[in-house]
């Protein structure tokens, strides 16, 4: 007679295989660009923080007003007193007037002029952290534009360089030149009505940059050029942003 034997049968005489393990995944690490995306917003605030206590604390050691400054609050509180824009009875044709008349307006807030433009100065310099931030994130992410905000933040070129000499334009211009940089850059990323603000407001911002330092003419064209080639893009249907 013929066994039969069932094929699923265990072969109890042949050597124990061995189980192999599922191979363990690796530990998750954070990723620190995901992080500061995150935190953003908090990151650049507490640079403008920092920042701005700097600024207050270097401010103090701002006791003699410059050359310049002395030139600026003369005219503008002039202007303001309604004068004229005139230094020493004479009409002001040396200095552009957007912070003559910054001065002359804070002249009439602070009881000391020099103080008011210390805090023009202050103001100014730590609001410049914004729009650098912003231009950093734009170009380089998250991350660039909170180590940007940090920089100019506390930075010596930004920060007490800027409050320790004597009030003058320079941080007043520089705010001015870089949120008109950004309004153009931005307006690559937006569309329709959004998109005409930015533009309108860079040329309006380089505008008050020249009547604030001459230089600030010299910007109008990149500025220009930037805003003629988005409204080339723009009029052929084509994306600004690739």
Known sequence: MTSVVDSTEVDRTAPARAVEAPPAEPPHVADPGTWVARHYSLLVMAAIVAGLALRIAVSFTDEAPTTDETAYLR???????????????????????????????????????????VVLTLVSSTAL????????????????????????????????????RGA???????????TAVWCVVSAADATGRARSVRIGGAGLLVGL??????????????????????????????????
């Open 75 to 117: 005219s503008g509180m002039s202007l303001v007193a309604g004068d004229g824009f005139e230094r020493g009875g004479e009409p002001e044709l040396h200095f552009p007037p957007v912070v003559p008349v910054l001065l002359g307006l804070a002249s009439e807030v602070f009881a000391d002029p020099h103080t008011g433009a």
């Open 209 to 242: 940059a020249y009547l604030t330092r001459p230089e600030g003419l010299f910007f109008a064209l990149p500025i220009g050029l930037a805003v003629v080639f988005l409204g080339a893009r723009a009029a052929r249907g084509q994306s600004l942003v690739r």
């Open 129 to 164: 952290v914004l729009p650098l931030a912003a231009l950093a994130r734009r170009i380089g992410g998250s991350t660039a534009g909170a180590v940007t905000a940090w920089v100019a933040a506390i930075g010596p070129g930004l920060s007490t360089s800027l409050v320790n």
């Open 168 to 178: 003058g334009s320079e941080a007043t211009y520089l705010f001015l030149v870089a």
